[in-house]
């Protein structure tokens, strides 16, 4: 075990991911216990939910007095970048029978689209998915059903600073493709659209946003090419 761990970086990192993961779960537990969830609730939540951020929401707005409609429209909206990471990853990662893309789409998270992307060849992009989200899958729904069972005695995950480690871990996988100078465009119009609409939008909507970066990986026309079309558009 300990020489496949030095040999193969992928389950290094996603063994380093779990640890932290490990932390939030506990902590989601104990929140969710405090907030006056039952530990079945917890339990189905993270199973069939399976989303963090969602979750963290979805137990801020039940100990604000939200209702279930309003719950369920905040989840939506927050997992709605989902979307386009189900593009990014595509068919040929999920793969395979319909219930492997059922599969598949549920253990879909940020992080384990971002592992799958770090791959250039094929076949380690799968296994990356693949290990990352079912590896984040049992330890989140295990850590955040003992998380229930301890109580609140552990508090809130921002005092370990172990928050940082999921968006530090994502930078560090985004690095090696910044530099592509399309990349980096992208990137750093993404990042400034969120960071100036995150003191003024709810969680979840700055990253939506961020997509607007996108637009500077569409191609655009030379001033050669147009010339060449002449002034009817055609050569």
Known sequence: MRSMLRTD??????????AAAVVVGLS??????????????IVVMSAFVYAGGAQFLAVGLVS????????ILAGLLLNARHLPFGLAIGNETLGGSR????????????????????????????RAYWLTGAALFVT????????????GTLGDPNRYGIDA????????LTLPSLKDKIAVRVAVTGAAVALVATPFLPAG???????????????????????????????
Do not use: Y
């Open 99 to 126: 219930w492997r893309r059922v599969v598949g789409s549920h253990i879909l998270t940020d992080e384990s689209v971002a592992f799958a992307l770090a791959q250039d060849d094929p076949a380690r992009r799968r």
């Open 165 to 172: 480690a999921f968006p530090a871990a994502l930078l560090a």
């Open 28 to 41: 989601f537990g104990a929140i969710a216990t405090a907030a006056g969830l039952p530990l079945s609730q």
């Open 205 to 235: 909507l700055p990253v939506l946003l961020a997509l607007l970066g996108l637009v500077f990986a569409l191609p655009v026309p030379s001033s050669r090419a147009r010339t060449a079309a002449g002034p009817g558009g055609q050569s």
């Open 140 to 151: 989140w729904n295990i850590s955040s059903t003992v998380g229930a069972i301890v109580g």
């Open 64 to 71: 604000a007095g939200g209702t279930a409609l309003a719950i």
């Open 9 to 18: 970086p992928i389950v290094r990192d996603v063994g380093a991911l779990c």
